[in-house]
């Protein structure tokens, strides 16, 4: 069974940084795409960032050149590095996969696995 556990959320004023992690086990396959999404209280969930087993990355535009994806494969653990966070980031951030490697785009569905979120909130 593949479980997808985050961890790094918490507390930080705008301007900061924050490491969040995307721990996975039970994962047997080569391939994947896997991602962070985030939800604020009150609105649509929305993507931040994916990459595939072929190590391509996509970012939303809001985060470009302030966020970065990178992973861990002998830890099985994806990471989100955060920097000069912007209290609009405020949200719950979740880790998704899939198996396909193929349109790896947050706005492409077909997620198979989910985690359970970590909370990070932005101070102005």
């Known amino acids: 069974q593949v479980q997808l556990v985050e961890s790094g959320g918490g507390s930080v004023q705008a301007g900061g940084s924050l490491r969040l992690a995307c721990a996975a086990s039970?994962?047997?396959?080569?391939?994947?795409?896997v991602g962070w999404f985030r939800q604020a209280p009150g609105k649509e969930r929305e993507g931040v960032a994916t990459i595939n087993s072929n190590g391509d990355k996509n970012y939303a535009d809001s985060v470009k050149g302030r966020f970065t994806i990178p992973q861990d494969n002998a830890k099985m653990t994806l990471y989100l590095h955060m920097n000069s966070l912007k209290p609009e980031a405020t949200a719950m951030y979740y880790c998704?996969?899939?198996?396909?490697?193929?349109?790896?785009?947050?706005?492409?569905?077909?997620?198979?696995?989910w985690g359970q979120g970590t909370q990070v909130a932005v101070s102005s």
């Open positions: 998704a996969a899939r198996l396909s490697p193929d349109y790896c785009y947050t706005w492409i569905g077909g997620w198979n696995y």
């Open positions: 039970g994962y047997t396959h080569s391939t994947y795409c």
